[in-house]
């Protein structure tokens, strides 16, 4: 064995001979480049301004009915509803793009095996699912199936495919339904499989990926990635990427181009936007293009510093001007509006008003949808949540035990074992 930190010897520097039919080795990449120092996470939730939340009495609005708005799109049951059977078996997370690490396979596969190679990968990638969530508590194997989750109610058909007008259906049936965001791949393939409709890879990646202290930093060259990893990862998720701060505000056009470069360079389905009546001309020219696009009003990060903070908006007197911005958002044809940080009552009125789907964060119980980060939900994250976050698993306490675990193993000599060695 060559002693770490030694010259390899001119034997060991001559490549040996690749085996016939084997893919000859890779040469050998120059070493990364350090990344330099990056702030840590640091969304502040626990400003005044959230901790200090307490929803007010606001003024009540005159409830009319909502005008029925047709934006073109069709619903077909026949074609995009399947029923509440899985289309076919979950594919095992993971398993469909990465690139499976061998074990005792032979060096050449005949087309007429691969089949049952794939077959056995995806057992193999089921088995070690079902594995690793009995790490996570259950002594018992448990199956990789899709729960059904959020989605059209139980007894209904699910969509193979959600489509924007699935969402403004399961309005019409009154069916609430939950948002995540997502980053990656298997996150994406895990909420999708648990039945959540619509994930968001949201400028939160900010924040939650790229550990910048605001969104404002995230850049479409760096959300482009994540975007396309999420998208390529489901099978039934409409996948919404956010278009970030600086890449649309400046015309109708800008907001066209960067939103031209995510439908095509990472395949979303639709994108979603910051701002209120001024954002108008842009929703219009993106949906006349063919671009689905979610509104969100409220408190909108993006704008963090001309807000002065994490505020709840649409209070008292602010409550019509949020009300109008969704309106007219809806009449410009976004698809849906995420309302962030807005008082319930407020958030219950628009719900009422516009015949698009409301997606709270923050905005109480009476939108159609809600959205999480779900480093937020999972409890991935640390330090003090914002008020409205509902933390449903500890995956920070499950990672910080494996890893204790595995290194105490490694130092131990406990890990690996012959069962991991070739
Ligand atoms: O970027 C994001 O994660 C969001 C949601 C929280 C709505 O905009």
Do not use: C
């Not at 969104?215 to 999420?230: G, H, K, N, S, Y």
Request: net charge negative; aromatic share 6%; hydrophobic share 35%.
């Amino acid at each position: 064995m060559t002693p770490p930190h030694q010259p390899p010897t001119p034997q060991q520097q001559t490549p040996p001979a690749p085996a016939q039919n084997q893919a000859p080795p890779q040469p050998q990449q120059p070493p990364r480049p350090t990344a330099p120092a990056i702030p840590p996470a640091n969304y502040p939730v626990d400003t005044p301004t959230i901790t200090a939340y307490m929803p007010e009495a606001i003024e009540s609005y005159p409830q009319e009915s909502a005008p029925k708005q047709d934006n073109g799109y069709l619903s077909d049951p026949s074609a995009e509803y399947e029923s509440n059977a899985p289309v076919s078996e979950p594919k095992p997370v993971g398993g469909r793009r990465r690139a499976d690490v061998q074990q005792d396979a032979p060096s050449q596969v005949g087309n007429d095996q691969s089949a049952s190679h794939r077959a056995a990968r995806r057992a193999q990638a089921m088995a070690s699912a079902a594995a690793s969530s009995a790490i996570g508590g259950s002594a018992a194997p448990v199956e990789n199936k899709p729960s059904g989750g959020s989605g059209p109610g139980d007894g209904t058909k699910k969509p193979r495919r959600y489509r924007v007008h699935h969402l403004r259906d399961m309005k019409n049936r009154g069916e609430k339904w939950a948002m995540l965001t997502a980053y990656d791949q298997y996150t994406a393939e895990i909420f999708d499989q648990s039945g959540i409709p619509v994930l968001l890879v949201g400028d939160s990646a900010a924040n939650n990926v790229f550990g910048y202290e605001t969104t404002l930093r995230v850049t479409v060259d760096e959300l482009i990635p994540l975007a396309r990893a999420v998208a390529g990862a489901v099978e039934r998720a409409l996948v919404v990427a956010d278009l970030p701060f600086g890449s649309y505000q400046a015309s109708p056009e800008q907001a066209f181009h960067t939103a031209v470069r995510f439908m095509k360079e990472a395949g979303v389905h639709a994108v979603k936007l910051e701002g209120g009546r001024n954002m108008v001309p842009m929703v219009e020219k993106l949906t006349q293009s063919g671009i689905p696009v979610m509104a969100h009003i409220g408190f909108t990060p993006q704008s963090e510093h001309s807000i002065g903070g994490y505020r709840v908006q649409g209070r008292g007197d602010q409550a019509a001007g949020l009300i109008d911005d969704a309106v007219a958002l809806a009449e410009a044809g976004a698809f849906s509006v995420v309302l962030e940080m807005v008082p319930g009552d407020v958030a219950a009125e628009i719900t009422k008003r516009v015949s698009i789907p409301t997606i709270g964060i923050g905005a109480g119980r009476d939108t159609d949808a809600q959205v999480l980060v779900w480093q937020d939900m999972a409890g991935l994250r640390s330090g003090t949540m914002p008020r409205f976050v509902k933390q449903y698993a500890d995956l920070r306490g499950i990672l910080t035990t494996a890893a204790t675990t595995y290194a105490a193993d490694v130092a131990s000599g406990t890990f690996p074992t012959d069962e991991h060695t070739f």
